[in-house]
T-cell receptor, first 113, second 113 residues
Framework: LAKTTQPISMDSYEGQEVNITCSHN???????ITWYQQFPSQGPRFIIQ???TKVTNEVASLFIPADRKSSTLSLPRVSLSDTAVYYC??????????????FGKGTKLSVIP | DAGVIQSPRHEVTEMGQEVTLRCKPI?????LFWYRQTMMRGLELLIY????????DSGMPEDRFSAKMPNASFSTLKIQPSEPRDSAVYFC???????????FGSGTRLTVV
């Protein structure tokens, strides 16, 4: 399982685009990148997943450079309801323990009016 | 789709008592995970099952903790005897066969006094 590093916290004003970068220098060939969002008093919620290049869905975009040693979660035009903790994970896609999610501390995003 | 259903939502018990937490995964999901979340330690994986069989219980803190999955639609996490340091939010999650994200339940907030 690749170790991930991301900022502890970030602040942003409503309406701005937020980019949260995650470092995973020891990512392996079989590992992929996945992001979860957690609101207070709720379980984590899957946001987006990717292996390389760019992935976009209705919630966010995920940018992964060619070397895959980092990734950036992009949230367009955040609102107060996007205030949450965002987790970056890099689980293995094969072998023992594959797809097992190990959560770090995450990034606490605070959206300011 | 009702999602992953956990019960009870809140549990307050006295030290030494037995506690049983329950989880109903999403139909068709072949993996089930139990996590514990505290402020100090974050989200910790306790145990996970594949097709009702326990695969890895290395995260279970002590012999006081046990988990079962008698069928594809039900799992329990039991703590006997409970201790104040077991106070935490316990999450159950299940995963689709194609691995496109985990779905977490709303959690059980356990308080041991």
């Amino acid at each position: 399982l690749a170790k991930t590093t991301q900022p502890i916290s970030m602040d942003s004003y409503e309406g701005q685009e937020v980019n949260i970068t995650c470092s995973h220098n020891n990512i392996a060939t079989n590992d992929y990148i996945t992001w979860y969002q957690q609101f207070p008093s709720q379980g984590p919620r899957f946001i987006i997943q990717g292996y390389k290049t760019k992935v976009t869905n209705e919630v966010a975009s995920l940018f992964i450079p060619a070397d895959r040693k980092s990734s950036t979660l992009s949230l367009p035009r955040v609102s107060l309801s996007d205030t949450a903790v965002y987790y970056c994970l890099a689980p293995s896609g094969s072998g023992a323990g594959s797809y097992q999610l190990t959560f770090g501390k995450g990034t606490k995003l605070s959206v300011i009016p | 789709d009702a999602g992953v259903i956990q019960s009870p939502r809140h549990e307050v018990t006295e030290m030494g008592q037995e506690v049983t937490l329950r989880c109903k995964p999403i139909s068709g999901h072949d993996y089930l995970f139990w996590y514990r979340q505290t402020m100090m330690r974050g989200l910790e994986l306790l145990i996970y099952f594949n097709n009702n069989v326990p695969i890895d219980d290395s995260g279970m803190p002590e012999d006081r903790f046990s988990a079962k999955m008698p069928n594809a639609s039900f799992s329990t996490l039991k703590i006997q005897p409970s201790e104040p340091r077991d106070s935490a939010v316990y999450f159950c999650a299940s995963r689709r066969p194609d691995n496109y994200g985990y779905t977490f339940g709303s959690g059980t907030r356990l308080t041991v006094v």
